[in-house]
């Protein structure tokens, strides 16, 4: 395992998020991938509770789909986004995957407006036909038990 | 009226309504005193507070309350405020009270009930100069229809089934859905806020003209692109919006939903497999009879609006709505669980409510934004009016005299406006000047 290679992953797909460029975005993910943020608690179960997202592969295609239509008008025009990911740790996981936990800060600039976003991430990552792929990816918010504007765009 | 008093006959028209009322601040505070102070507002379900000692926190207006289960399993409504040097007496959101609810200032405690149960050195009082039962925490009226309940601050001899009138025939269709006749909303809760004013939201969700074209993005999925969505929403549609009196409305989409054979508008086609659906209507075939059951599952979850805080839509979605100020309102989506259903349908309830309705759901945050463009718009001070004509002259009554409107009409906005003229223009609320 790489850890050069996984951080450099993990800064791509965040610079990827912050230019709202969807399908390169999309084309990072394992096609069982599942994007997961949770709702009230980073532990709650989230086949019997409500999530922000809970999303595998067909229900992130379609996300992807409509940001793409330019009708998704929460995202029109789209918010200016700058994150900074740190405190990156990797550790070995199940059947060979890579688990990487980090945090971010992530400003959200939309029409005057600035919103702050922090949270903590866990990728699992797996390598498919030499390339890292995300296999899992689970962020949780600081504020995932308030009240929250919109989060049209990636997280 | 009173000098200097608003004149709500005046902003309130019957096809249009002023911009004042979205953001005048000495509006908002006459609608917490003439509206969330004097009808029944909705607080929470019986299934959230299911356990002895379980609380959750809720506002009635903009006052803190407690819905509480005590110990003999009896419901409170309480003020969230201690009665002796005002101070909350619960921090926390929803929980179990074991020990009831002690205030950290000088340690006074609170039973479940809200009864005072002690204090740090009682001597501090002179004999007779307290009498401890005079002061538990302030209850609030609290009453139930069929586990929704409502709190009312001054009660006036209306009950709830009279304020809930017809819309109580919505609560039972979304009911009679669970094969055990219980709606159950423990499977948490998503909370969105914006920036506008609380009304917008209670027009919005009975507004049907703008689903296909403002949530465009959404219709238009591979899954939704090759449906022709005018047969629901255009001239030759089968949707109906419905005035339901006292600002109470509904958009009927059962005509679609008897046509595609039930639950339209949520995860029962495609989505579950076939012995689940299988097992569901056999589930709720025993409960009703065929007949019955067919009848409902082609009704499917109504979509339907409780002035002043109370939405329920078609993803099993129950919706409480918040006003902060005069352009702050959040809004708390509950997926509403079917009981006795199969666990996967009830699964695919509880993803389709972040799916759709939540914060980065697929529809809800394009409403969210349109809310806060409508506040911003408000800034331009010139012909003031919003427009509400459109089906005025054309709408009809049906069999129960409700007024009835096509989906892209504003049947239903008038009627929330018609309550609301009537509530805001009474200062006094029915007690002599």
Redesign the interface.
Known sequence: MDYREVEQFIFREARLMDEHRYDEWLALWARDGLYW?P??RDD?DP?????????RYP?LA??I???R?G????EDPPSRLCRVVSNIEIETGSDGEIVAHSTFVLGDLR?HREVHWYGRTIHRLRRIDGALRIAYKKVMLLNN????????FL? | MAAGAIDYGELVREDQVHARLYYDDAIFRDEMERIFSRVWAYVGHESEVAEPGEFVARWMGLQPVLLVRDRNRRLHLLLNRCRHRSNTVCQLERGKAAGGFRCAYHGWTYAASGELIGMPYPVGYAPGDFRKEDYGLIEVALESYRGFLFGHLNPNGKTLRDHLGATTRLIDQAIDLAPNGELILRAGVLKHMYRANWKMTMENVLDAYHPPILHQSAFHLDSGKSFNWDSIYGPDGNARIRDLGDGHGQIDFSAQNRKSGGFFFQGLRGEVAGDAQRAYIEGLERRLGKERAAETIGNSDPHFSIFPNFNFLPPGQVRLIRPVSVDETHIYYFPALLAGAPEEINRERIRRNGYMHGPAGLVAPDDIDVYERNQDALRARKDEWLLLRRGLRTERRDEDGFRVGMAYEETTQRGIWRHYRKLMSDATGGAAQ
């Open positions: 943020v709702c009230g709650a086949e019997r509770e409500v999530s922000i997202i809970y999303d229900q379609n996300r789909q409509r940001l239509t009708k998704a008008f929460a029409k038990d308030e009240p929250l504007p919109n989060l049209a997280i």
